[in-house]
């Protein structure tokens, strides 16, 4: 396609007018190579390597797909290296290519390697122009096929390699890694250690309370450092305000936890429990830290029995 033509169309002249001057901010007085990603990132990629060739910016243009064929090395050598794509979705062609030239930059001496694309889904590239929003609330549709499985084996061990779970969902590591890191930053995953309940624990309770807004918030505040609880939730219809899970080693030591914890407490108007096996799930619990050097419980009213002192 002829320069002036490419140069006139609508979606070129709004990639380099968003970010034109920003690249060659980035290319400075350094020598730069423009690589388009076949096929829509090509497009872009030429229509810019025309616009700095008219800017007198020394610059190359080369092509290659995902996995680095068709890239003309020795127009990459010893250059400032932007690689360029219409938008990046899940960011899995962005971690091939990227860990691609990476592993080719200290051969082909390559100063530096950065992204521009149109639309960034995943806030990865160095250079773009649109984004999609972040919701406020997140919905499981919001996560890609991808990520769930990400999550999903995390979930099931918190120390896997990236390097393992890039080979299940066919990524690379450092994609498995971004990804990890952006949903740690977005507050949709936390990793953290559990205790393995079946190894501790052989009996559980569902235990429901009705009580005055001010004793539920009290109940909260004291039992969710608790190493029995598992499961706290306040309910608004039924006969009770607040549900509480617990583990224990038997039966006597719930007896011992409701005496102690809750018929103790004034103003508690109704207690029902149901007793039963071990949840079905979760198998892991998290166990509030604690310090010995107190020698204190965290709910300041020590059962009889008190994990923290066994």
């Given at each position: 396609m002829q320069k002036n033509t490419l140069l006139n169309l609508k979606p070129i002249k709004k990639f380099i007018n968003g970010l034109g001057e920003k690249i060659k901010e980035?290319?400075?007085?350094?020598?730069?190579?423009?690589?388009?990603?076949?096929?829509?990132?090509?497009?872009?990629?030429?229509?810019?390597?025309?616009?700095?060739?008219?800017?007198?910016?020394?610059?190359?243009?080369?092509?290659?797909?995902?996995?680095?064929?068709?890239?003309?090395?020795?127009?990459?050598?010893?250059?400032?290296?932007?690689?360029?794509?219409?938008?990046?979705?899940?960011?899995?062609?962005?971690?091939?290519?990227?860990?691609?030239?990476?592993?080719?930059?200290?051969?082909?001496?390559?100063?530096?390697?950065?992204?521009?694309?149109?639309?960034?889904?995943?806030?990865?590239?160095?250079?773009?122009?649109?984004?999609?929003?972040?919701?406020?609330s997140w919905d499981l549709k919001d996560l890609d096929k991808i990520n769930l499985e990400i999550i999903k084996a995390l979930s099931q061990d918190g120390r896997e390699s990236f390097v393992e779970i890039a080979k299940k969902v066919k990524l690379t590591p450092v994609g498995v890694k971004n990804r990890v890191e952006k949903l740690i930053v977005n507050k949709i995953l936390r990793i953290h250690g559990l205790l393995n309940i079946e190894k501790f624990y052989s009996i559980s309770a569902s235990v429901g309370i009705s009580a005055p807004p001010d004793i539920i918030s009290k109940l909260i505040k004291k039992l969710e450092n608790c190493p029995l609880v598992y499961n706290l939730v306040k309910t608004s219809s039924g006969n009770h305000n607040l549900i509480i899970g617990i583990v224990a080693p038997n039966l006597k030591r719930i007896n011992d936890f409701i005496v102690k914890q809750m018929r103790f407490e004034p103003k508690v108007r109704?207690?029902?429990?149901?007793?039963?096996?071990?949840?079905?799930?979760?198998?892991?619990?998290?166990?509030?830290a604690f310090s010995e050097k107190s020698k204190k419980c965290l709910c300041e009213k020590r059962c009889n029995e008190c994990e923290y002192f066994l």
């Open positions: 980035y290319f400075g007085k350094d020598k730069g190579c423009i690589i388009g990603l076949e096929d829509d990132g090509v497009f872009y990629a030429e229509g810019l390597y025309h616009w700095l060739s008219q800017q007198n910016k020394d610059v190359t243009f080369t092509v290659m797909d995902d996995y680095g064929k068709g890239l003309e090395e020795n127009k990459v050598k010893g250059r400032k290296v932007l690689i360029i794509d219409n938008d990046i979705v899940t960011g899995k062609a962005y971690a091939i290519v990227m860990d691609l030239m990476r592993k080719r930059k200290e051969r082909l001496k390559i100063k530096d390697i950065k992204f521009a694309v149109l639309c960034d889904r995943t806030k990865m590239a160095d250079f773009s122009i649109e984004d999609y929003p972040v919701p406020t109704y207690i029902h429990v149901d007793f039963g096996e071990l949840p079905i799930i979760p198998k892991g619990h998290l166990v509030s």
